[in-house]
């Protein structure tokens, strides 16, 4: 499949980039329904979806897809802790939405009801955006690099 085409008919005049790691589009106002059935449509293989704190404190979620022998990251951003559902249209996308819930208290709109996966269901969601700090959220990846750098003596 043409992954250029694919861009074009789902972003036409939106910009994106090959990188050694695939391509990617940055979208924040990326119309993530038409995404999925757009996707769905031209058999595209959701392959998973990352929630990530950005720096002004947003929720970047990227989803990435299995187009042939390429990869494509697509990335938009939650608005106000919230992002319409795709697991109606792509069941592979539900226990994805419910961790990005868990971890970031991000609402998939549209979905009847989200339950818990990796948290009790008596824990609150957002466990990765409790911090001492309030409207600060810290990206655990991040945080994991640094425990790992101090322990070995440097910096990562």
């Known amino acids: 499949m043409d992954v250029d085409a694919l861009l074009k008919e789902l972003n036409p005049g939106g910009a994106y980039e090959l990188r050694r790691d695939g391509y990617w589009a940055v979208w924040p106002d990326l119309d993530v ?15 998973t979806m ?40 792509l069941p592979a996308a539900d ?4 961790e990005i819930r868990d971890y970031y208290a991000t609402e998939f709109v549209g979905r009847e009801t989200t339950e818990p996966l990796m948290l ?9 955006s409790r911090t001492s700090d309030v409207g600060h959220q810290t990206d655990p990846a991040v945080t994991a690099r640094t425990t790992i750098a101090a322990k070995d003596g440097g910096s990562r």
């Open 95 to 98: 226990w994805i939405e419910r």
């Open 120 to 128: 009790r269901e008596t824990d609150a969601p957002g466990l990765f």
């Open 33 to 47: 329904r038409a995404m999925a059935e757009l996707m769905r449509a031209r058999e595209v293989r959701l392959s």
């Open 50 to 89: 990352t929630g990530t704190p950005g720096a002004d404190g947003s929720l970047r979620v990227i989803y990435h897809w299995d187009v042939g022998a390429h990869l494509l990251n697509l990335e938009t951003t939650a608005i106000e802790g919230r992002l319409p559902t795709i697991s109606d249209i």
